[in-house]
């Protein structure tokens, strides 16, 4: 079967219903090739449709799933999710060669069979309770029946190296397996359409939209190393417009070409650009219990950015200010959440974030002036009053002031949220939930129009 | 300019192991004719495949490594000012001083008016500043440079572009719109053996199978560094030079104090239900 060029604008139009845009250009380009290669398969055609049109890995991610929700084909696992098959399996069971085999072929039907086994066998599953998918996965993974396969891979007699493989193709068999089983239990919980929450209920999102809180943890674990390298980014993004202008020296090579005009008579002088004032950036995190999972986020972004530059200060508070730069730079990336085990330094006095307090600390503790300052937080003050003193405070002392709030945007400002106050002076706030928004807030933020204007 | 597609097995002749996806974009970039942009963590060779491309097709390597504060003068052109300048005191007759005479081609410039055919390596373009992307489109779309007292100057289609991103910057939109995406991950087990198997010597096959699971095993883990391919080459190399075992000379492996005691803890842990 061939990839017709109608079918292919149907495709184009689904993926823009599902907010991805198919450049023309590259649609172009794709038709060219194909034409002049005379590339006939449709798996063909789909592979160099998938090489040619994303731009980067998030997107090539993105598309590899709408390719597989309009086409029904996946792409081989080239990478390390595809299963090694070692010789010792030849030799003992049948049933889990054949699974892994297909697998790597690309046929997921044993996997689906046996997911919806899982769920309509194992469990007694009541999808109307209001508890997020993510709990009756949990509730799977404790059945026997899941272990039990699991357990296959243990139950070999294996050499010691082969064992490393064996382990690593029981980690990948998990993920694939708990992958699935989300899937089949989103579909249940569809047809059922009685369960609490609609958005919970839509088609499996793409890692970038998954919520944070949602991320299961093995997605979890990918959207913090995300999250780090984007705090990077972040980080070099600010520090390379504060470098960008030295301070008023000689520019040589410019002061010569320049003499040129005047025929090698240093006429003008050119010096480096010098920058008004030094910018200072300060970033603060509310790490207290209504933040849950969110501060885990957070943090990892601050580390991300102040493991890159030293110049850059991070704090985090509940009910009072604590810097952890210095912390933060002494600790490793996967020891990041050993932050959160010293909670109880961070508590100054009763556990529940109080930003009058924490505001008041920073404009002391923090010496800087006309900075920066990145906030991520709730606003959720837990009945406690901040006073307009603070934010004219605040505005005063802060050159621009951008928030960063993971609740959503229609619970701002509901019962003990106080988004109002402190809206007015930010220069930006936005929702940020997850990694897309995150990234998209990044990407909008331009310190050379915020610092200088 | 040859433009035969290339096949897996001319890579793996001279020594560079892959797989099809590679290989494909690679010629589908080539004929086009499009520059190539490779993303993907450090050590996985990024900066090998093109220098494997260059030997392959028998193209002149032409490198320009990027680094903050690069600029036009550094990367594209400059004049020759003292020439220009010793020719002003020195001549009566008005010859232009912005000819080619007083070009001093760097990279781009000389990349782009080679005669033989030639591949062009942009490396770690993350590190240059966003302005400098700017600079780079001209060349990327249109293969030309335009020199504002010269004129342009058009390049002929006798080149491969090649850029590297380690993703240290958010490369922009315009930049990535105009070359052909490739992300370059970690080998595979197979792949790690092929590699082993043909770069060191006095290594059977059997240890080579277990040194690539084990590697595999070890980028798996939750490592501050993971290692690179010519780390994980290199410790192999020595450790079967030697004949040490897996837990001595970590030093060539992991460059971390931490990583070394995970490593060495998880390795103990697997070894435990074996010895049961």
């Given at each position: 079967m061939n990839l017709t060029t109608s079918e292919l604008a149907k495709f184009s139009n689904f993926c823009r219903d599902n907010n991805f845009h198919i450049p023309i250009e590259s649609t172009e380009i794709f038709l060219k090739y194909r034409t002049s290669k005379r590339i006939s398969s449709l798996e063909e055609n789909l592979k160099y449709l998938f090489y040619l049109v994303p731009k980067d890995k998030e997107t090539q991610n993105t598309f590899k799933n709408l390719i597989y929700r309009y086409f029904n084909f996946s792409f081989e696992?080239?990478?390390?999710?595809a299963f090694h098959i070692i010789k010792e399996y030849f030799d003992i069971d049948d049933y889990l060669l054949n699974t892994l085999n297909e697998i790597n072929n690309g046929n997921l039907s044993e996997l689906d069979r046996m997911s919806i086994d899982l769920i309509s066998n194992d469990i007694v599953a009541?999808?109307?309770?209001?508890?997020?998918d993510l709990y009756w996965l949990n509730q799977i993974k404790k059945t026997e029946s899941y272990q039990n396969f699991l357990n296959m891979f243990d139950n070999l007699q294996i050499s010691n190296f082969s064992q490393l493989t064996n382990q690593l193709n029981k980690k990948s068999m998990e993920k694939l397996l708990d992958t699935t089983i989300l899937e089949k239990i989103r579909d249940e919980r569809n047809k059922q359409?009685?369960?609490?929450?609609?958005?919970?209920?839509?088609?499996r999102r793409e890692l970038n939209e998954t919520d944070f809180l949602f991320a299961s943890q093995e997605e979890r674990k990918l959207l913090l190393e995300q999250t780090y390298q984007l705090g990077n980014k972040l980080a070099v993004k600010y520090k390379r417009f504060t470098k960008e202008?030295?301070?008023?020296?000689?520019?040589f090579r410019k002061t010569i070409r320049k003499s040129l005009e005047s025929?090698?008579?240093?006429?003008k002088i050119i010096l480096k650009p010098k920058l008004r004032h030094k910018p200072k950036l300060t970033i603060v995190c509310d790490i207290s219990g209504s933040m849950a999972l969110n501060s885990l986020f957070g943090v990892t972004l601050l580390y991300g950015m102040v493991s890159k530059f030293s110049s850059i200060k991070a704090f985090v508070f509940i009910d009072g200010i604590t810097e952890i730069s210095k912390t933060l730079r002494t600790?490793?990336?996967?020891?990041?959440?050993t932050i959160f085990s010293r909670w109880s330094e961070f508590v100054?006095?009763?556990?529940h974030s109080d930003y009058q307090k924490s505001f008041e600390e920073l404009l002391e503790s923090d010496?800087?002036?006309k900075g920066t300052l990145i906030v991520i937080g709730?606003?959720?003050?837990?009945y406690r009053n901040i006073s307009q003193q603070l934010i004219s405070n605040l505005a005063d002392k802060y050159q621009k002031i951008f928030w960063i709030n993971p609740e959503q945007k229609k619970y701002w400002?509901?019962?003990?949220?106080?988004m109002n106050k402190f809206e007015p002076i930010n220069s930006r706030t936005v929702e940020v939930r997850n990694y897309k928004q995150l990234k998209q807030f990044v990407k909008d933020l331009d310190f050379k129009k915020v610092l200088t204007s | 300019m040859n433009t035969k597609d290339l096949s897996i097995d001319e890579l793996e002749k001279i020594g560079y192991y892959t797989n099809q996806d590679l290989v494909n974009v690679v010629n589908a970039a080539r004929f086009l004719n499009k520059p190539l942009l490779i993303e993907g963590?450090?050590?996985?060779?990024k900066t090998y495949l093109a220098k494997t491309l260059s030997k392959l097709l028998d193209l002149d390597l032409i490198r320009l490594q990027c680094h903050e504060g690069i600029d036009e003068d550094r990367a594209v052109y400059e004049w020759n000012y003292k020439k220009q300048l010793l020719s002003i005191q020195s001549k009566d007759d008005n010859s232009n001083l912005f000819s080619e005479e007083y070009l001093i081609k760097r990279p781009l410039l000389s990349a782009l008016t080679c005669e033989v055919d030639s591949l062009l390596l942009i490396d770690?373009?993350?590190?240059?500043?966003?302005?400098f992307e700017a600079l780079l489109l001209e060349i990327l779309a249109e293969n030309q440079i335009t020199i504002p007292e010269m004129g342009t100057v058009k390049g002929k289609d006798n080149k491969v572009i090649i850029l590297t991103s380690n993703n240290t910057r958010e490369l922009s939109d315009a930049l990535r719109r105009r070359c052909i995406y490739l992300y370059l991950d970690f080998p595979t087990i197979d792949i790690e053996k092929k590699v082993l198997i043909n770069t060191i010597?006095?290594?059977t096959e059997d240890e080579a199978v277990k040194y690539a699971s084990l590697i595999a095993y070890v980028r798996n883990l939750n490592l501050n560094k993971i290692p690179s391919l010519i780390e994980s080459v290199e410790w192999v190399k020595f450790n079967i030079f030697n004949k040490?075992?897996?837990?001595?000379?970590?030093g060539i492996l992991l460059k971390d104090k931490s990583d070394h005691k995970l490593y060495l803890e998880s390795i103990e842990n697997l070894d435990e239900p074996n010895n049961k």
């Open positions: 696992n080239s990478n390390h999710e009541d999808f109307t309770r209001p508890v997020s359409k009685t369960a609490y929450e609609p958005s919970e209920l839509e088609p202008a030295s301070k008023g020296r000689l520019f025929g090698g008579v240093l006429e600790i490793k990336k996967n020891e990041i959440e100054k006095s009763d556990g010496r800087v002036k709730d606003a959720r003050n837990n400002n509901t019962g003990d949220s106080q | 963590p450090a050590g996985t060779g770690e373009i993350d590190r240059a500043d966003e302005e010597d006095n290594i040490s075992n897996t837990s001595e000379n970590l």
